[in-house]
């Protein structure tokens, strides 16, 4: 219970302190006109109440990942609360708010061009690759996760008896190896995604967002106020590997737990709203702020996982005959009740489905901006979307297990990526670059380690990784210290001491 509450009170600082420290350096003007006034389009462009923004970005950002990773995360210990709470503050709301401050201060850009002014050009056509791949993955996942959610809470046989006879025999049958039931709702959740990746923002997005909000927030007060009150009960807090088949946390942990802590799937999504965001003034609110709370939503699950099962050992159990679907079918409908499980599920529910529908819209968004495609011009989404879901339709027929596992790495490492984009964004502006630089740094030897030691990866003893993981991570450092003092400032720097010339504006940031 201690550890808990020390750990909400520590996000609730995080925010006001290093949030303000953060924000600083950045240096808002909210006289500033933003990209949704200067650019508005009707499409992708449309500046939105303050209040909707931060509900759409915190959707936007918090998938299964603050729910299923720390669930997963939880077989350490009470030690994952530390990654969940100081990862957060001093990794991962930096990171969105230098994705959504970058992409603000570059006519919203998405992330594979930030990623290009600040590295230079050939780290922007891999990063144009790398996360194409990565957010049709999510998207595809995020389509089969919330639906096998919903099939567990409302079985074929209660739907079919609600239907009919005939109704109920497709939905018990089995089509390709997978229930009907379970195709059905796959299918609803697709065309769903389809509609929300083409329609203007503000029409299906900005709208049911806030509906959504309201099923999240029965989830996470319930809960929350479950482990607070003790009818939950919350482990006490040790730095005791409590793994029940003693794998080692590091560096294993900080790739299981990503979205809550840190996640480079956030800086994909972080331009959605600097394209909505009508002041600069809320860059705080909206980008640090929604990152703290989906901290909070990881806080709660990595707490109730624990406390609900009683020890690891049987959180190892029912995590391996039923998943994290298991996990949050159980905790919710047994601490809530009935109803109020049902609707904490639907509130877990709608997290991977608010995340799949604009990991698809980044996707389109991010090709579009590659292949210079207008998208004002419905035909060019179109050419863009129907051939980026037919291979997402494909990829629900292929077996995920190890495309998961690099998932898990790939979602790091785009972490570590932009918080380095972040670090040079700083440097240009000569202010604090040692916010995005710790954690970068960090990050590198986390992301190298993990691919070093994993057995999907090169499989080599854990000392060895490690060794590799820093030595990478200081040589990152090492080049960054040595390249920043020739760094030109940035157009919008406010401590110019002389603007770039045209050359160096043309080049690369890095590659000097």
Same mark, same amino acid.
């Not at 503050?89 to 990623?115: E, W």
């Not at 999240?216 to 409590?242: H, K």
């Not at 050992?313 to 679907?325: C, F, I, R």
């Not at 879901?389 to 495309?403: H, T």
């Given at each position: ?414 972490? %570590? =990526?932009? /918080?380095? *984009?972040? #670090?040079?964004? $700083? +440097?240009? &502006? ?8 710790? !954690? ?30 820093? %030595? =990478?991570? /200081?040589? *990152?450092? #090492?080049?960054? $210290? +040595?390249? &920043? ?8 720097? !406010? ?18």
């Amino acid at each position: 219970m201690t550890a808990f509450i020390i750990g909400c009170a520590l996000l609730i600082a995080g925010y006001v302190v290093w949030g303000r420290i953060t924000e600083a350096a950045v240096r808002p003007e909210p006289e500033r006109p933003t990209p949704a006034l200067r650019l508005a389009d009707g499409l992708d462009y449309v500046a939105m109440p303050t209040w909707r923004v931060y509900l759409v970005q915190l959707l936007n950002i918090a998938g299964l990942g603050p729910v299923f990773g720390p669930i997963m995360g939880a077989l350490w210990g009470p030690q994952v609360f530390l990654w969940v709470v100081f990862g957060c503050i001093l990794g991962g709301a930096v990171h969105d708010l230098l994705s959504g401050a970058m992409s603000i201060r570059n006519d919203g850009a998405g992330l594979p061009d930030l990623i290009g002014r600040y590295l230079g050009r050939t780290a922007r056509h891999l990063a144009t690759a790398f996360i194409l791949v990565l957010t049709v993955l999510v998207g595809t996942v995020f389509v089969k996760g919330p639906a096998l959610l919903i099939v567990q809470l409302l079985p074929a046989e209660t739907v079919g008896s609600w239907l009919g006879g005939g109704t109920a025999a497709f939905l018990g049958s089995v089509v390709a190896g997978q229930p009907a039931w379970l195709w059905v709702v796959m299918a609803a959740i697709f065309v769903y995604y389809i509609l929300a990746t083409l329609l203007p923002i503000d029409v299906i997005i900005g709208r049911l967002y806030p509906f959504f909000a309201l099923a999240l927030l029965v989830m996470v007060t319930g809960l929350g106020a479950a482990l607070l009150s003790g009818r939950l009960p919350a482990p006490d807090f040790t730095l005791a590997n409590l793994h029940p088949a003693s794998m080692p946390a590091w560096p294993i942990i900080f790739i299981t737990v990503s979205c809550g802590a840190v996640s480079g799937f956030h800086g994909t999504q972080s331009p959605l709203m600097a394209r909505c965001l009508g002041s600069e003034r809320h860059l705080k609110v909206v980008f640090y702020g929604a990152m703290i709370a989906e901290g909070f939503i990881a806080l709660v699950w990595a707490g109730a996982a624990q406390g609900f099962y009683g020890g690891t050992g049987e959180l190892g159990a029912a995590l391996a005959s039923g998943g994290p679907g298991r996990v949050v079918y159980e905790v919710c409908t047994s601490v809530m009740g009935t109803v109020g499980g049902v609707l904490a599920v639907l509130g877990v529910v709608v997290l991977p489905v608010t995340s799949g529908d604009t990991a698809f819209r980044v996707a389109r968004l991010i090709a579009a901006d590659y292949l210079k495609l207008s998208q004002r011009r419905a035909r060019n989404r179109y050419l863009i979307a129907v051939p980026m879901f037919a291979v997402a339709a494909a990829l629900n027929f292929i077996d995920f297990g190890i495309v998961w596992r690099y998932f898990g790495w790939a979602n790091q490492t785009l972490a %570590a =990526v932009t /918080l380095w *984009a972040g #670090a040079v964004y $700083l +440097a240009r &502006r000569r202010s604090r670059w040692w916010l995005a630089a710790a !954690p970068a740094t960090f990050m590198t030897a986390v992301t190298t380690a993990y691919i070093m030691v994993e057995e999907a990866g090169l499989g080599l003893p854990q000392p060895t990784g490690t060794l590799i993981g820093l %030595a =990478v991570a /200081l040589a *990152a450092l #090492a080049w960054f $210290l +040595a390249v &920043r003092p020739r760094l030109p400032p940035d157009e919008d720097s !406010p401590v110019l001491a002389a603007q770039p010339t045209a050359a160096e504006r043309a080049g690369d940031s890095l590659a000097c």
